[in-house]
């Protein structure tokens, strides 16, 4: 194989999207558009890769976070060609051929790069354009043929005649193109048009002038190449992707009972048997195990979660690991660093952030707990509080093995409580309790008489607090 090397335009801002964030930041089911394009060019096993960034460039450069890419500024944006142009410094000393694709085709399939590379080295082409016929080509630019068969130009829709905009091959935004000739090419195009921009299509019709041939590879499906401009485009290829993820799921033995409402990001795992509700949403770097049941309207982002685990109605999961056999919900909300060990269970309204809890341990309703240990088979009461903020800092509460947290009871960090300890009902914990103790911090109860028609006799030393 030849030398190749990928450019990737994404330095516009795309008025289109009306959005103060630039349009390859957008995300597509979870993951910046413009991540697609660069996976799909590594996994189709081009190593050098470039990318023209210009709006929110460091932003852009913050979310690839990639050492093997380099970056180059086009400063101010003046079109695709002068885009393409702006690398020129960075592609001197490079012979091979040039990949130029755009950040926001985010559904290309590294399979087609492959074939389009395939086509352009068959034809012993210097320029070849990747072409296709979408069911509306409105927007594109249009493929414009000679008799030969070979392209003679594009033109863009803004500045395409009736006749012209009744063609239905469009220009992907894709081009193969020896390195030499693009930079020549690229000296002669001006901005004479309806948008006043360097156009980089106008390379073809340079190149014909020149009676040098360009090749159109035409891709049977057209969906792949939808270019996103608008919002509409954008949800749309989200959806694709999320179909896909669940067809290839569902191939792979996992069960979605009603798969059109449940949306899951190109990165997630699912295992074998596990069983997905209605409207479930999987995001992120989310990891679940096989024989799992996740119940309706739940949402996890970048958690992994083992087999066996039943993640009930309603629950929301951020960050958070749980182990094998656990059970979260209904209506449980575990926020980031938070760890659930193996079998344990966690209920209804109940709330944990940045805590461990332990294995077999159980915390069944209506508790907060934050900034804990938890160790294990430990029963966390009803109502259970860890009062970790003082209105300035947070502070951890230790809770050890076996212990029995009784209902109602507020534990004020910092504090401890050692294993083998129960805490009764209803108290308010300020100080560490030892290991295998009973604390109790509430008043006495009495009970008075009541007797009709007449006030209770209350002592004064009783209304003492
Ligand atoms: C472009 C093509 C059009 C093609 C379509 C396919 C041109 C003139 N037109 O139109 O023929 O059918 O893609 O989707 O090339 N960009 C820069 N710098 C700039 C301008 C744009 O880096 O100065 C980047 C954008 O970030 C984007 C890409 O180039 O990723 C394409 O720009 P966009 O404005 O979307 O071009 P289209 O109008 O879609
Ligand atoms: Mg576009």
Same mark, same amino acid.
């Given at each position: 194989?030849?030398?190749?090397?990928?450019?990737?335009?994404?330095?516009?801002?795309?008025?289109?999207?009306?959005?103060?964030?630039?349009?390859?930041?957008?995300?597509?089911?979870?993951?910046?558009?413009?991540?697609?394009?660069?996976?799909?060019?590594?996994?189709?096993?081009?190593?050098?890769?470039?990318?023209?960034?210009?709006?929110?460039?460091?932003?852009?450069?913050?979310?690839?976070?990639?050492?093997?890419?380099?970056?180059?500024?086009?400063?101010?944006?003046?079109?695709?060609?002068?885009?393409?142009?702006?690398?020129?410094?960075?592609?001197?000393?490079?012979?091979?051929?040039?990949?130029?694709?755009?950040?926001?085709?985010?559904?290309?399939?590294?399979?087609?790069?492959?074939?389009?590379?395939?086509?352009?080295?068959?034809?012993?082409?210097?320029?070849?354009?990747?072409?296709?016929?979408?069911?509306?080509?409105?927007?594109?630019?249009?493929?414009?043929?000679?008799?030969?068969?070979?392209?003679?130009?594009?033109?863009?829709?803004?500045?395409?005649?009736?006749?012209?905009?009744?063609?239905?091959?469009?220009?992907?935004?894709?081009?193969?193109?020896?390195?030499?000739?693009?930079?020549?090419?690229?000296?002669?195009?001006?901005?004479?048009?309806?948008?006043?921009?360097?156009?980089?299509?106008?390379?073809?019709?340079?190149?014909?002038?020149?009676?040098?041939?360009?090749?159109?590879?035409?891709?049977?499906?057209?969906?792949?190449?939808?270019?996103?401009?608008?919002?509409?485009?954008?949800?749309?290829?989200?959806?694709?992707?999320?179909?896909?993820?669940?067809?290839?799921?569902?191939?792979?033995?996992?069960?979605?009972?009603?798969?059109?409402?449940?949306?899951?990001?190109?990165?997630?795992?699912?295992?074998?048997?596990?069983?997905?509700? #209605?409207?479930?949403? %999987?995001?992120?770097? &989310?990891? +679940? =195990? !096989? @024989?799992?049941? *996740?119940?309706?309207? $739940?949402? /996890?982002?970048?958690?992994?979660?083992?087999?066996?685990?039943?993640?009930?109605?309603?629950?929301?999961?951020?960050?958070?690991?749980?182990?094998?056999?656990?059970?979260?919900? #209904?209506?449980?909300? %575990?926020?980031?660093? &938070?760890? +659930? =060990? !193996? @079998?344990?269970? *966690?209920?209804?309204? $109940?709330? /944990?952030?940045?805590?461990?809890?332990?294995?077999?341990?159980?915390?069944?309703?209506?508790?907060?707990?934050?900034?804990?240990?938890?160790?294990?088979?430990?029963?966390?009461?009803?109502?259970?509080?860890?009062?970790?903020?003082?209105?300035?800092?947070?502070?951890?509460?230790?809770?050890?093995?076996?212990?029995?947290?009784?209902?109602?009871?507020?534990?004020?960090?910092?504090?401890?409580?050692?294993?083998?300890?129960?805490?009764?009902?209803?108290?308010?914990?300020?100080?560490?309790?030892?290991?295998?103790?009973?604390?109790?911090?509430?008043?006495?109860?009495?009970?008075?008489?009541?007797?009709?028609?007449?006030?209770?006799?209350?002592?004064?030393?009783?209304?003492?607090?």
């Amino acid at each position: 194989m030849k030398g190749y090397a990928a450019l990737i335009l994404a330095a516009g801002k795309g008025t289109r999207m009306r959005s103060r964030l630039c349009k390859v930041l957008h995300t597509v089911a979870g993951r910046p558009m413009l991540a697609y394009v660069t996976d799909a060019v590594r996994s189709a096993g081009l190593s050098r890769i470039v990318v023209v960034v210009g709006h929110q460039a460091d932003e852009v450069k913050r979310v690839l976070q990639e050492d093997e890419i380099d970056f180059v500024l086009q400063e101010p944006q003046l079109g695709t060609g002068h885009a393409v142009a702006a690398a020129h410094d960075v592609m001197e000393g490079f012979s091979g051929d040039v990949l130029i694709l755009c950040g926001d085709v985010p559904l290309i399939e590294p399979a087609t790069i492959d074939a389009f590379i395939r086509y352009h080295e068959l034809h012993t082409s210097r320029l070849t354009v990747l072409t296709t016929c979408p069911q509306d080509p409105t927007g594109y630019g249009r493929i414009i043929r000679s008799e030969g068969g070979l392209i003679a130009r594009i033109v863009e829709e803004k500045d395409a005649r009736d006749e012209e905009k009744a063609v239905g091959e469009i220009n992907t935004g894709i081009y193969l193109v020896d390195s030499n000739l693009l930079y020549d090419l690229l000296e002669r195009i001006t901005p004479n048009n309806a948008q006043r921009e360097y156009y980089l299509t106008d390379i073809v019709r340079e190149a014909a002038k020149e009676s040098i041939p360009v090749q159109g590879y035409v891709l049977e499906d057209a969906a792949q190449m939808v270019g996103v401009n608008t919002r509409a485009e954008l949800a749309y290829v989200s959806s694709r992707i999320w179909k896909t993820r669940r067809e290839d799921l569902m191939r792979s033995g996992v069960t979605l009972l009603e798969p059109a409402s449940v949306y899951i990001d190109r990165q997630v795992t699912v295992g074998e048997d596990t069983v997905v509700h #209605p409207l479930v949403t %999987l995001s992120g770097d &989310t990891q +679940i =195990g !096989r @024989d799992c049941i *996740i119940e309706s309207v $739940v949402t /996890i982002r970048d958690s992994r979660i083992g087999n066996n685990v039943s993640i009930l109605q309603g629950s929301r999961l951020d960050r958070v690991v749980v182990e094998d056999g656990a059970s979260i919900g #209904p209506m449980a909300h %575990l926020r980031p660093e &938070t760890t +659930i =060990g !193996r @079998d344990a269970r *966690i209920g209804n309204f $109940v709330e /944990i952030k940045k805590t461990v809890v332990g294995d077999g341990t159980k915390a069944a309703h209506l508790t907060y707990l934050g900034d804990s240990v938890i160790g294990d088979n430990v029963n966390i009461g009803c109502g259970t509080i860890t009062c970790n903020y003082d209105g300035k800092k947070k502070h951890p509460t230790f809770i050890g093995n076996q212990c029995f947290i009784g209902s109602d009871v507020q534990l004020v960090a910092p504090v401890e409580v050692g294993s083998g300890s129960i805490i009764g009902a209803g108290s308010t914990i300020t100080r560490d309790v030892p290991p295998n103790s009973l604390a109790v911090s509430r008043t006495k109860q009495r009970n008075y008489p009541l007797r009709h028609g007449q006030e209770p006799k209350i002592t004064d030393e009783d209304r003492e607090p």
